[in-house]
């Protein structure tokens, strides 16, 4: 860590303090509106949408935002903005006051997510990009692994004490970023934003690019709907459910640097198809266990493992590529949509993996399975007009 940049040293730490606040509080959020505040489960649901779509919708507005404003400025906002979203969430208990800090925490997401990425290209020299993403995946996840063991000890106090920690973290990340991130000049734009969001999406291999990598975000999403519902199914225990999440923490915590480290000198795409490959097969497992259930054990291990080597292995190539696709001035504006169509296909896929779930779980590993094998295969479609191919 200490032979990057200090920009990129902050962010990492900042990414840790991000991931730690967040699932410090969300997790126990339609928990403590249901049974603290009564709250019908429709007005949860609402709720907790609206933060979602707050931040997948305005991934974009981060991104250009970013690049016009300068990605330091966006940070801090983005910080600053949650600390009050989540500050919110400790004094509120009115469906006004819950709707408007799940707003403010979307878009804080939104305005931070991107531009940290888009500060850490732009900051990493080109040859240890990849590198610095791998670390920043390994803060992150130790971030979420932190999180939910904080914000279980702080709910046998009280819910409150929980949101108001959680808005400190932010607060305290405000003020770091603020006295420790350098101030950058932000040189004008020689084009407008409609014009430089339209030469991104007039981009054919970017977009090509986006519309593939896509399937990691969507793959990774099945921590959250698949993957639990197989471990409970295999083993009849609610409690098999954490299992899942500490796996595949753990073993990104003690791969993702090493497996970077070790696929340097392989093609960019190629190691991209080959995660998201090993992501979609992973799903084969506890599709075959229904027909031999003494193996759904095992078979969900498999698909944990699959899923976390796979991101591994693909996820810092994703974000080092992204950039590559356009010029420096607007990395934001291209992690922007990026993130956005990535977000849409992950919600659009997700849902049609809900609904297949109805007729048998076996349908929903199997969907999965081919949207690693459909995406791995599309990373092939840009290789003819695109330079990144080769590399």
């Not at 493992?305 to 001035?329: D, H, K, N, S």
């Amino acid at each position: 860590m200490r032979t990057f940049p200090l920009p990129v040293r902050v962010l990492l730490v900042n990414q840790f303090g991000v991931n730690t606040g967040f699932y410090l509080l969300i997790p126990y959020l339609a928990t403590h509106m249901t049974e603290d505040l009564e709250l019908s489960a429709a007005l949860v649901g609402v709720v907790l949408g609206v933060r979602n779509l707050s931040q997948q919708g305005l991934f974009l507005l981060g991104g250009t935002a970013a690049d016009r404003l300068g990605v330091r400025g966006v940070i801090i906002t983005g910080c600053a903005v949650r600390t009050f979203g989540f500050g919110l969430f400790a004094i509120g208990d009115s469906p006004a006051v819950l709707l408007a800090a799940a707003v403010l925490s979307g878009v804080a997401g939104a305005l931070f997510n991107p531009a940290v990425r888009a500060y850490i290209a732009v900051e990493t020299p080109a040859p240890r990009r990849a590198e610095a993403f791998a670390l920043f995946t390994v803060y992150a996840q130790t971030g979420a692994l932190v999180g939910p063991v904080l914000g279980s000890a702080l709910l046998l106090v009280d819910f409150r004490l929980s949101a108001t920690v959680a808005a400190g973290i932010f607060a305290l990340l405000t003020v770091i970023q603020t006295l420790v991130l350098p101030a950058r000049a932000v040189p004008a734009a020689p084009t407008s934003v409609l014009a430089d969001i339209k030469a991104c999406l007039a981009n054919r291999p970017f977009m090509a690019f986006t519309v593939a990598a896509a399937g990691l975000f969507t793959l990774q999403n099945q921590l959250y709907l698949v993957l639990p519902f197989e471990a409970n199914r295999a083993t009849g225990w609610a409690g098999s459910v954490a299992g899942v999440f500490v796996l595949s923490t753990v073993v990104t915590l003690v791969g993702q640097v090493r497996i970077t480290r070790a696929l340097g000198d392989v093609s960019r795409k190629r190691a991209i198809a080959v995660g998201l490959l090993v992501m979609g097969l992973g799903f084969l497992a506890p599709a075959a266990s229904y027909l031999w259930p003494a193996l759904s054990v095992p078979a969900v291990v498999v698909a944990v493992l699959g899923l976390a080597v796979g991101t591994m292995i693909a996820q810092p190539f994703v974000y080092e590529l992204v950039p590559a696709f356009g010029a420096e001035r607007v990395t934001g504006t291209y992690f922007g949509v990026f993130y956005l169509v990535s977000g849409a296909a992950a919600a659009v896929t997700t849902v049609v993996v809900g609904w297949v779930s109805d007729a048998g779980g076996w349908w929903a590993c199997l969907v999965c399975a081919a949207v690693g094998l459909v995406c791995a295969a599309g990373m092939r479609i840009p290789e003819r007009t695109a330079t990144w191919a080769t590399s």
